[in-house]
């Protein structure tokens, strides 16, 4: 597999799961790397099969150029509506905190939206700042390092939308460790340590009787 755009990536011969789904995009894996794909075409794009070369490419011109010697499955399958993803209840509660008090993250920011949607999986929170800059949002009860390398994700692809870049990254936490916050720093995304005893706080009281 190469992909030419950008930047250009080589993937040598080596059996592997190709992913197309129902909104176009189409994803390439290996047994290593649980959901992480090797390399991916978000859509809008378009694929064409010739003769055991696929190529998808999307808007900007950008291709994945495929090529497949063997095909050892084939199958294809309807997922039918998709319920959405159901958090634990201090995570999802914090989403929901923070989504009503978006300006705890930074002064003169504004929510565009919860849960905003991907190829590979929801942002918590898609927000604004106070310059109009996108910012991608991700929350955690305990900031680890996947969570760190989940947000990349997010904005790697985020990032390819030209109506959305340039995206920022915020990791927001209860607790963030040690190696997370170096991670994430290194790759410029900011770590904001939560409250979530104070965010509750901010809840409205006006139809509260004590």
């Not at 905190?97 to 949607?117: C, K, Q």
Request: a negative charge; aromatic letters at 6%.
């Amino acid at each position: 597999m190469d992909y030419v755009g950008r930047l250009t990536a080589h993937l040598p011969m080596a059996q592997r799961l190709l992913l197309i789904k129902a909104d176009g995009s189409v994803s390439v894996h290996s047994d290593d790397r649980a959901y992480k794909p090797l390399n991916w075409m978000s859509p809008p794009c378009w694929l064409t099969e010739d003769d055991g070369r696929w190529t998808v490419q999307n808007k900007s011109g950008e291709k994945l150029l495929i090529t497949i010697d063997e095909v050892l499955h084939d199958s294809k399958h309807e997922l039918g509506v998709e319920p959405g993803l159901v958090k634990d209840g201090v995570e999802a509660h914090l989403q929901e905190l923070l989504a009503e008090h978006v300006t705890t993250l930074g002064e003169g920011w504004t929510l565009v939206r919860r849960e905003y949607p991907t190829a590979i999986g929801p942002v918590d929170l898609m927000c604004r700042d106070a310059d109009g800059v996108s910012v991608a949002v991700e929350i955690k009860r305990r900031g680890e390092i996947d969570g760190v390398e989940q947000l990349t994700r997010y904005l790697e692809l985020l990032n390819r939308d030209p109506l959305l870049a340039p995206v920022r990254g915020v990791f927001a936490a209860q607790q963030i460790r040690p190696q997370a916050r170096t991670l994430a720093e290194d790759r410029g995304i900011e770590c904001v340590v939560l409250d979530y005893d104070a965010l509750r706080g901010m809840d409205s009281d006006e139809f509260r009787l004590f």
